[in-house]
């Protein structure tokens, strides 16, 4: 009686060093912030142009989900503005003018960005930068 116990278990047992090795990959995507970038000071002439651009790249995986958010430092809870990108691509550029005049000089601003791994999003990074209007 053991010894089928045993046997009715050995598939169970093969498949736990599989999950647990899937599960230690961690992949990484290049995330570059190429406008604005971290730390810039942008005129407060040019607020009303304002070009978000985003550069993504994974190596072997896809990106699975990207998420996109503006806000004012000073309101975290408050997006100016929010965009989801969903790709199936080892590398995505991502291009938005925002018109931010509304914002008065040395307003702070974080953009965050969040990108998904997987479909569920258990494997997930975090990358934001902070510009202001000067």
Do not use: W
């Not at 053991?2 to 290049?30: G, M, Q, V, W």
């Amino acid at each position: 009686m053991i010894k089928y116990a045993f046997f009715a278990l050995l598939p169970i047992i093969a498949l736990l060093p599989a999950c647990d090795r899937h599960e230690s990959e961690h992949h990484h995507t290049e995330v570059t912030f190429v406008s604005p970038t971290d730390g810039q000071e942008i005129p407060e002439g040019q607020a009303s142009d304002i070009e978000l651009r985003i550069d993504f790249s994974t190596e072997g995986e896809h990106l699975e989900g990207i998420d996109i958010r503006l806000f004012t430092t000073a309101s975290p809870t408050e997006a100016i503005f929010t965009h989801k990108i969903h790709e199936h691509e080892q590398a995505h550029s991502f291009v938005q003018n925002l018109d931010l005049s509304a914002y008065t000089s040395g307003t702070a601003f974080t953009l965050d960005v969040s990108v998904c791994h997987d479909h569920e999003c258990t494997d997930k990074e975090l990358e934001s930068i902070t510009f202001r209007l000067e």
